[in-house]
């Protein structure tokens, strides 16, 4: 009994040109890639700041000590990639990759469109988020921005959008791929 009666504490320093606004429930955080900013929907999770540290806290207790350091550290690794976004920036990379049909990809507006994909008369499309700047080169795409999950679910939208279905995939290896997901390669 005495383990469920514990506070859970953990700290994030902020690093310097990182300006980071706390409220009890939700951060915003700018810097020289943009500003993000994330509500946290845990009640019994509180932000304070400190000097340069950001305290993300429990008050009440009415889970588990485990439960309640689990929560906390996924609110934590979302504000320590909403600090290094900000400070630093996000990139994803894809690559087109066609033996088939050769396929076009473009961006206009809000929009990531999909061209002669295994020869389908109409594009395919998907949606780029708020923040994320696209560029498309050749059969390289580079998606850049400050905050960490709309770059993300930007390229897996966009790597969803030509999933293959009803046909082999040894032989239909068609598609756009994430190669690179901030600096970190996932193909040779």
């Keep these: ?34 500003s993000v900013s994330k509500a ?8 304070t700041k400190k000097d340069n540290k950001i305290i993300i806290s429990s008050k009440t207790v009415r889970l588990p000590y485990k439960k309640q350091l689990a929560i906390a ?13 900000v ?18 990809a473009s961006v206009k507006g809000n929009k990531f469109f999909i061209e002669n994909f295994l020869g389908e008369k109409n594009p395919r499309t998907t949606k780029v988020y708020d923040g994320v700047k696209v560029d498309v080169k050749g059969n390289d795409i580079v998606l850049s921005g400050a905050d960490k999950d709309s770059v ?28 690179e997901k901030d600096s970190k390669p996932l193909m040779k």
């Design 1 to 34: 009994m005495e383990n469920a009666k514990k506070h859970v504490e953990l700290d994030i320093v902020v690093p310097e040109g990182v300006n980071a606004e706390v409220s009890a429930h939700s951060i915003k955080v700018s810097g020289k890639h943009g």
């Design 40 to 47: 946290f929907t845990e009640n019994f999770i509180h932000l």
């Design 73 to 85: 550290g996924t609110v934590r690794a979302h504000v320590r990639n909403m600090l290094k976004g």
């Design 87 to 104: 400070s630093s920036g996000v990139t994803y990379k894809l690559k087109v990759v066609y033996s088939h049909f050769p396929m076009r």
């Design 152 to 179: 993300s679910q930007t390229a897996a939208n966009i790597e969803q959008a030509t999933r293959i279905k009803n046909r082999d995939p040894r032989v239909f290896q068609d598609g756009i791929y994430i190669t």
